[in-house]
């Protein structure tokens, strides 16, 4: 967007009044003037707002996964993406598809359409205990972020209790609740919501674009918020962090 700043001393109408031109033609070449220049300065003031935006730095870390699922079983993760932000920017990104164990790994034609994933594409893949150390060790001790987040947490709470595996304890922040506290949209579905903080053109539904859109939304509602931190978000804008893993299970 081109920028516009600054803008006359004396408008056009006072000086026409002046060099002798009726009041009524001074009047209409203001009108005529501000039909014109009133949007080009709001443009100004927007596109110095998402200059300022852009360039602000927030000390924000945290990892946003997203799956997708190969049925309506919690436990049939077939995709994950995953994207580690340090100091609200991203550092690297990592995907891979997952093979859902026996039992819940039937490829419905629904979640398909949806993704794209068959059962072929998942025949080589690793199944959720071969692959989960290598997503614990991507995530490290970050909280999560997703969008929907109850989904994506139950996908590991879904998936570990399903291959024996103790549900590892991680913070999360849902990026929906925090859009819905943030923009005023027609829908706060994933597309919508980050094209409101300047994420678009993404292929939806793919795990890793899903995951870099949910970042996205995050950090730009930290900084609308002059948030330092997902917990000072959280209580900012305000919705509740969740937990899960073997403490909040307990509680």
């Known amino acids: 967007m081109r ?55 927030v000390p924000l870390d ?14 049939s993760a077939c995709s994950v993406g995953l994207v580690k932000v340090r100091d609200g920017r991203v550092v690297d990104t990592a995907s891979w598809l997952i093979k859902p164990p026996p039992g819940h790994d039937e490829f419905v034609e629904w979640n398909t359409r949806i993704h794209g994933i068959r059962s072929h594409d998942v025949r080589h893949a690793r199944g959720w205990a071969d692959q989960f ?22 996908v590991i709470r879904g998936a570990c209790a399903a291959t024996g595996i103790q549900c590892p304890q991680y913070d999360y922040l849902c990026s929906l609740q925090v859009a819905r506290k943030t923009y005023t949209l027609d829908s706060y579905r994933l597309p919508v919501a980050a094209m ?28 609308r918020h002059g948030a330092a931190d997902l917990a000072e978000l959280a209580a900012t804008v305000p919705v509740r962090m969740g937990r899960i893993g073997a403490v909040a299970a307990a509680a």
Not at 62 to 75: G, K, L, M, P, V
């Open 3 to 57: 920028c516009f700043q600054g803008a006359p001393s004396i408008l056009p109408g006072a000086t026409d009044i002046r060099h002798g031109m009726g009041t009524e033609a001074a009047v209409s070449r203001y009108i005529a003037f501000a039909a014109c220049a009133i949007p080009r300065l709001a443009a100004a003031a927007a596109c110095e707002d998402e200059r300022r935006c852009e360039h602000d730095i």
């Open 62 to 75: 945290f990892t946003a996964i997203d799956f997708e699922t190969a049925n309506s079983s919690s436990a």
């Open 133 to 154: 150390g290598d997503l614990v060790a991507f995530a490290g001790t970050d909280a999560f972020v997703a969008h929907n987040a109850g989904f994506d947490m139950g």
């Open 196 to 223: 409101a903080a300047g994420f678009e053109d993404f292929e939806h539904h793919q795990a890793l674009a899903d995951a870099e859109a949910c970042a996205a939304i995050i950090v730009h509602a930290a900084k």
